[in-house]
């Protein structure tokens, strides 16, 4: 892997806030509908089972994602709000994204209990249709410190999540912050992998699909599946 490095960081927090309401809706039937309107958040992803040590994938932009305002993000991560020590928001994530006018850029976001979110743009000028390989993975040796890899290369430090060991559950998932508006994204997720705590070993993502307002998951097989939200989608401008 490669050595770690700060990107650029800005203000501004996309996180997981809606899971633990997405999760609980997905155990009583009422997730996974997606429905068509537009109510300020659009969901479109699949959360593990059980709880990972790392998740990763190929993230593709299939079209330009229209943003007119607030952001949207395709991602991979762990944790959530209430779900660090003593009830904390305590979460990391990593993905592409675009907020509002801005350009397509990969970052992370990490976002420790009592503390503000942080959100690092690690790289600019991504394109519609290049594929890019997102993991964040907990080490081996060292429970509850984690890092984040962009095409193989780490871009983090180690970073500490405490309480983390053994108790999150991977998502990989793209989101739509639209303050009503209705963004339209589409990102496929290819070779969706999770890692069990503790384990060297990759296997392939088993979750169930949450989705919000607009979101949708398609073209799910063994591999990965494609995230959309808002309007009728355009015909992609690439992927498969």
Excluded at 71 to 92: C, F, R
Excluded at 191 to 220: E, I, K
Aim: hydrophobic share 40%; proline share 5%.
């Amino acid at each position: 892997m490669g050595r770690g490095h700060h990107g650029k960081e800005v203000r501004w927090s996309c996180g997981p806030s809606h899971l633990q309401l997405l999760w609980s809706l997905a155990i009583l039937g009422f997730a996974g509908n997606g429905r068509a309107a537009c109510d300020g958040y659009t969901y479109a992803g699949i959360m593990s089972v059980t709880p990972q040590a790392g998740v990763s994938a190929t993230i593709t932009p299939l079209d330009v994602p229209s943003v007119p305002v607030g952001h949207v993000v395709a991602w991979v991560g762990v944790g959530g709000e209430g779900l660090g020590p003593g009830m904390s928001d305590e979460w990391l994530q990593a993905g592409i994204g675009v907020i509002g006018a801005g350009e397509l850029a990969a970052y992370y976001e990490l976002v420790l209990p009592g503390a503000e979110p942080r959100y690092v743009i690690v790289r600019t000028h991504l394109a519609v249709g290049r594929s890019y390989r997102i993991a964040v993975g907990e080490s081996r040796i060292r429970p509850e410190w984690w890092a984040v890899w962009l095409d193989r290369a780490r871009v983090t430090p180690w970073m500490h999540l405490r309480a983390s060991h053994g108790a999150w559950r991977g998502v990989a998932t793209a989101e739509a912050s639209n303050d009503g508006a209705c963004s339209r994204f589409a990102f496929r997720f290819a070779n969706v992998l999770t890692r069990a705590p503790r384990s060297a070993g990759w296997n392939g993502l088993s979750g169930t699909a949450l989705t919000w307002y607009g979101g949708r998951v398609v073209n799910r097989d063994e591999s990965g599946f494609v995230a959309a939200g808002g309007s009728t989608l355009r015909k992609p401008t690439a992927g498969r």
